[in-house]
């Protein structure tokens, strides 16, 4: 499998649901104003990837996670169970949005790549691929199999990227994918680099 797409994953209320549990979330700031770089309390703030990260401790409801894992589960054909979900915002204010070519490098079997909201729109690059995705659309893929990232781009103030990424595991039998967190210069990334780097001129 290289990736699969999620068409209108969501319904208005379940968006609702994960909207009003990101739209609280408070920026560590210092006391001048600035934002909290590295925070490591589960909240952080990455100038170098430009976005807000944050783990979604409790998805509240039993129908969205019976949703999650069927949908999951749809994908392979071992068991799998729900590691955590993690939203992120791209977004300028917090310095440059920028992802490139990697491998996570750990035991996601499946990550649901999913688009909550955005007022601008960003393709999601995969090996030698560039996809686009929409709000409530997903992409669907193995991130310790597919090097992943995003053509670079300048967002403009104001200009935000929502998302949620939702992590499986193999149930029975975690993997070891730890060798895979190679350096961004690594030869592995070599063919990515260069068709992202085409891409720049282009625009
Ligand atoms: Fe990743």
């Given at each position: 499998m290289l990736f699969n797409r999620i068409e209108n994953m969501f319904s208005e209320d379940e968006i609702k649901h994960f909207l009003n549990m990101t739209d609280n979330i408070k920026t560590p700031v210092n006391e001048d104003g600035s934002f909290v770089y590295d925070?490591?309390?589960g909240l952080s703030v990455s100038k170098d990837l430009g976005r807000l990260q944050t783990t979604?401790?409790?998805?509240?409801s039993e129908h969205l996670m019976i949703k999650l894992r069927n949908i999951a589960n749809s994908f392979v054909d071992f068991d799998i169970s729900l590691m955590g979900a993690t939203y992120v915002e791209y977004n300028s204010k917090y310095g440059t949005p920028n992802l490139p070519p990697?491998?996570?490098?750990?035991?996601?079997?499946?990550?649901?790549?999913?688009?909550?909201?955005?007022?601008t729109s960003w393709d999601i690059g995969l090996n030698t691929g560039i996809y686009d995705i929409k709000d409530n659309c997903a992409l669907v893929f193995n991130p310790n199999e597919s090097i992943h990232w995003r053509p670079r781009k300048d967002f403009k103030p104001g200009e935000f990227v929502k998302m949620i990424f939702f992590r499986f595991t193999n149930a029975k039998k975690q993997k070891?994918?730890?060798?895979?967190?190679?350096?961004?210069?690594?030869?592995?990334?070599e063919e990515a680099n260069k068709f992202r780097d085409k891409l720049d001129n282009k625009n």
């Open positions: 925070d490591t309390t979604l401790e409790k998805i509240d990697h491998f996570d490098g750990d035991s996601t079997e499946l990550i649901i790549n999913y688009q909550l909201k955005s007022n070891d994918n730890s060798h895979l967190r190679y350096t961004l210069d690594h030869e592995a990334f």
